[in-house]
């Protein structure tokens, strides 16, 4: 059984200034007063009010896109479901085995390179020891990344990145799988094959969150839409009517 | 506000423990590449480090035998085993501060679990100190330092100074990341810790009415069970007791600095 189940959850992040961060605070000028639905001030800590109220059921085989201008709370809400953040209030389940692809690269050390980080992440993530040589033919086949597999991956540009971050995530197929923006920044060909590998995912019934502007990659790789505005569930269902939406709100 | 991973997970004593072999071996595995690349960037990698060691004993030596009296040959050894000691307690320190900091990126991307910034950290620290320990060989070597059954007695002594570094790192990031300007005072701090210690200086020596500035200093106990064995004393049962006293405490503030500050930890990193 894989599910997500957030039951009135509220995040407040609070920000912390100059002066909140400081143990030992000597007096100092007043602080930039900021006040907006959102954002709320006390003492010395703002707090933005993230999620509201949001309920949301996800069940297997829940491919769902988060859509909403910047700030809308999508990557709050990916944080709040990898465990990242805790709510405020409200509950949250979680059944499952999480990857969180919330960074663009997952390159562990950026000095190293590329077959090292997966050597690493695979002991990391407890991946099998004995299926290594497999899941690397399989990772040097999907990111097509060639030579570059045996350089740092500090030098690989921003689809490179994409591509092995996406592969890493995606191999051991994980129960919920998170993801934000970050592989945007792949090619049409890589988009291609990621839609490829999470149809694949999703015959083994897994759950994918995935945060994106790009409607196409939206449309390619999930089912439902999620529409956030302003921290609050505008929409749930259906791609196309939650797209509609999100150009009514504009 | 309820919480509730589902995911099934052994109680018990036994999984407690497998779990934290896991997690020692995966920061082990993270610290090695770590130094590994270290190694990529320089030929001698880590040992740039005990480069800096071997200037600092020698001119300490220099400077200790010309205040203090006594021969150089005879004051390098204990010298020599402080400073090596003394480095690795100061990086537990100095880099516990940041390594919440440093890896701000991971912690607020990724669902790793936190013990493993805390283990790295420590393991590259030890790794580093296994380097300068051939400090140590070549002092055997050249008859400067004495070998025998007793210096087997640093071992547990070395491996309690790293055990307590789980929970240096621990309460420092936390603390660091929350409260930044902490980093600062720590650096000052450690800075005159370096002087109080009897890193550089014979603690015999000191004056009787301030005696206290060595019986109160913690760090003092944890260099003592490394240095006085391998210098072919038997360190007294006192400072087992004040060292293993430290490791109590010491956990039971990380146990309490975790419990606080786990769940804010991605607000403030």
């Known amino acids: 059984m894989t599910y997500v189940r957030i039951k009135d959850a509220n995040v407040e992040i609070p920000i912390y200034n100059s002066h909140a961060l400081r143990l ?32 949301l059921e996800l069940s297997e085989g829940d491919r769902v896109c988060l859509i909403g201008h910047n700030g809308a709370g999508k990557t709050t809400l990916l944080r709040l479901v990898a465990g990242i953040y805790p709510a405020t ?9 999480v990857f969180a692809l919330l960074g663009n690269g997952t390159a562990l050390n950026n000095d190293a390179t590329g077959y090292e980080n997966i050597k690493l992440t695979a002991n990391i993530r407890d991946w099998p ?5 497999e899941y690397i033919r399989d990772i040097e086949e999907f990111t097509e990344l060639g030579e570059y597999l045996s350089l740092p991956t500090r030098v ?15 191999m051991q ?21 990621a839609q490829a590998r999470v149809q694949q995912f ?49 | 506000m309820t919480l509730i991973t589902a995911t099934t997970r052994e109680s018990g004593l036994s999984a407690a423990a497998g779990r934290v072999l896991t997690s020692l071996h995966k920061s082990l595995l993270w610290a090695w590449l770590d130094v590994i690349c270290q190694y990529r960037r320089s030929r001698i990698g880590p040992l740039w480090e005990t480069i800096n060691v071997v200037v600092m004993m020698l001119g300490l030596t220099l400077v200790s035998s010309a205040i203090f009296g006594g021969e150089v040959t005879s004051l390098i050894g204990y010298i020599g085993l402080g400073i090596i000691t003394w480095s690795a307690i100061n990086s537990l320190i100095a880099e516990g501060t940041t390594a919440f900091v440093r890896n701000a990126g991971f912690i607020t991307s990724s669902n790793i679990e936190i013990d493993l910034y805390v283990g790295r950290t420590v393991f590259k620290i030890a790794i580093t100190f296994g380097h300068h320990l051939i400090l140590y060989f070549i002092g055997v070597g050249l008859m400067i330092i004495p070998l025998g059954w007793t210096s087997l007695l ?101 146990f309490i600095v975790y419990r606080r500050m786990r769940r804010q930890l991605a607000f403030f990193v």
Request: charge should be neutral; include cysteine; glycine fraction near 6%.
């Open chain 2, 154 to 254: 640093a071992i547990p002594g070395i491996i309690l100074l790293f055990v307590n570094g789980f929970w240096i790192v621990t309460v420092l990031a936390f603390i660091c990341a929350r409260f930044r300007d902490v980093e600062l005072i720590v650096r000052n701090l450690l800075q005159l810790a370096f002087f109080v210690t009897p890193v550089f200086w014979n603690h015999q020596n000191i004056a009787g009415n301030r005696r206290f500035i060595v019986d109160y200093n913690v760090i003092f106990y944890f260099i003592e069970i490394i240095r006085a064995p391998l210098l072919g004393r038997i360190p007294p049962l006192h400072d087992y007791l004040v060292a293993a006293g430290a490791t109590i405490v010491g956990f039971a503030l990380a």
């Open chain 1, 89 to 97: 209030s409200g509950a949250i389940a979680v059944e499952g085995k």
């Open chain 1, 129 to 133: 020891r004995a299926r290594m040589a």
């Open chain 1, 156 to 170: 690989y540009s921003a689809g490179m990145q994409a591509r092995l971050a996406f592969a890493l995530a995606t």
């Open chain 1, 24 to 55: 030992i605070r000597l007096p100092s000028f007043r602080l930039a007063m900021v006040g907006t639905s959102t954002v709320s001030q006390s003492g010395n800590v703002m707090m933005m009010h993230a999620l509201k109220n949001l309920n």
């Open chain 1, 173 to 193: 197929s994980p129960d919920i799988l998170l993801i934000d923006e970050g592989i945007g920044a792949g090619d049409a060909d890589f988009q291609e094959k």
């Open chain 1, 202 to 250: 999703v015959s083994r019934a897994e759950i994918i969150l995935l945060a994106s502007h790009s409607e196409e990659l939206c449309r390619a790789l999930c089912s439902k839409a999620l529409l956030l505005s302003k921290g609050e569930r505008v929409y749930f269902g259906d791609i196309e009517e939650a797209f509609e939406r999100y150009a009514a709100l504009r």
